[in-house]
């Protein structure tokens, strides 16, 4: 896991979910109610059942995710519209790696720290949408809940550029200073022996750059949860980001104004009366 600027965004979403997971055990302590066999299942299959008829209509959640590319993790804040469908605006916040970077550690310095030679900029990406959810399989007493879910709305990528510790040598290759420099490509004194390791995680952050962008997901959640109140639930499912130009990410390789991941999540929350 890299420890840096992604973990400043993504601390402080999890200092914001942690407040409402304790509110979650408080709140969700009252089992779900049986429901007599043939009475709400049998009526939603032959649609003479009223969904708007909803008791518990808010409902907020957090949860850590886990995608292709890195991790991150999410807020939401639903609705219930009906028995059957949900509105919910999300807020998310992941990192953001290139499937080709690869950590190395200069192995001619003692104690060096690793580095992405050829990293350009560390990105995270934060998303702000709204979308629906629908049930596909409804829960009552026991089981499992299954919905598919639709969300989109704005992206953006927060690329802060690498600063790295480099050394300078003289005409014997001896090391004469060590400065902490942008990383330059083009840099002739850019090279893996002269790279010590990365710098602050902060240096440079006010050098960083916004790329906005949209984005669309898609995916199917499974609540397992056994208290009325309590949302306990597992997520699956495809996000793709667009931007109005490339996020540079790497050197010399080509870098893409998309991203394309496959994202699992888990999420925890409450719900309560309208």
Do not use: C
Not at 40 to 63: C, H, P
Not at 87 to 106: C, D, G, Q, W, Y
Not at 111 to 128: A, I, M, P, W
Request: no cysteine; aromatic share 14%.
């Amino acid at each position: 896991m890299r420890i840096g600027l992604n973990s400043v965004f993504l601390v402080l979403s999890l200092v914001l979910a942690s407040s409402f997971f304790s509110i979650a055990q408080d709140r969700g302590e009252t089992a779900l109610p049986s429901v007599p066999k043939g009475s709400v299942a049998d009526k939603i299959k032959d649609r003479s059942f009223d969904d708007t008829q909803v008791l518990l209509k808010q409902e907020f959640t957090g949860g850590a995710t886990l995608h292709t590319r890195g991790w991150g993790l999410l807020l939401r804040r639903a609705k219930n519209k009906t028995f059957l469908r949900k509105r919910l605006f999300e807020l998310e916040a992941v990192s953001m790696e290139h499937p080709k970077e690869i950590r190395t550690v200069n192995q001619n310095v003692e104690n060096g720290k690793s580095y992405v030679y050829g990293e350009l900029s560390q990105v995270v990406v934060t998303r702000f949408g709204y979308g629906r959810h629908n049930v596909l399989y409804a829960k009552f007493d026991k089981g499992v809940e299954i919905r598919y879910l639709y969300i989109g709305g704005f992206s953006m990528a927060w690329a802060k550029p690498i600063y790295l510790d480099i050394a300078y040598r003289n005409s014997v290759g001896q090391v004469v200073s060590v400065v902490t420099e942008r990383y330059n490509p083009d840099n002739l004194s850019h090279t893996q022996d002269n790279i010590l390791g990365r710098s602050s995680a902060f240096k440079g952050i006010e050098k960083m750059q916004f790329y906005p962008g949209i984005y669309g997901k898609f995916g199917f959640s499974f609540e397992y949860g056994k208290k009325q109140k309590a949302v306990r639930s597992l997520e699956a499912g495809v996000i793709i980001d667009y931007y109005i130009r490339d996020v540079p990410m790497m050197a010399r390789i080509k870098n893409d104004p998309y991203y394309l991941t496959f994202y699992m999540s888990i999420n925890f929350g409450v719900k309560w009366y309208r």
